[in-house]
């Protein structure tokens, strides 16, 4: 035998609460969409930039290398530490280069000496002083 009037659950367990997860949700979503925005141009546009474009090495005791710095301040000094390395990737020879104040966009080759031979090289680090 089944009662005249529909099941009731909140006759039974009483009325529910009103959830306010969507709004904090909500917040929470356009707080971390405006951060994920603010961080992807703030580091897409570093203040220094550096690349290898090439390396050569002529001899047994320096490594040659060709690299390109972008500097958002040309009127700022710029340190790049330049590296070379042997067959088992242990260092050979490593430079501090100072790249005077000057022009924003610039492109260097630098003579790295080295204790043997190298195989390759690179720029490691750049940085405004």
């Known amino acids: 035998m089944q009662s005249p ?3 009731n659950y909140e006759e039974r367990y009483g009325a529910s ?4 997860w969507p709004v904090i949700a909500l917040v929470v979503a356009i707080l971390g969409v405006s951060w994920l925005m603010w961080t992807a141009l703030y ?34 000094v710029v340190v790049c530490t330049l590296i070379a390395r042997d067959f088992d990737k242990s260092i050979v020879g490593q430079i501090d280069h100072e790249i005077p104040a000057g022009q924003s966009k610039v492109e260097l080759v630098t003579i790295v000496p080295t204790r043997s031979q190298a195989v390759n090289a690179d720029v490691s680090s750049c940085r405004l002083q």
């Not at 047994?60 to 301040?73: G, L, N, P, Q």
């Open 5 to 7: 009037e529909p099941f």
């Open 17 to 20: 609460k009103a959830t306010r």
């Open 43 to 76: 580091h897409s546009n570093p203040p220094l930039r550096s690349q290898l474009i090439s390396f050569t090495i002529p001899n047994d005791r320096e490594a040659s290398v060709r690299y390109s710095i972008e500097r958002s301040d040309g009127q700022r």
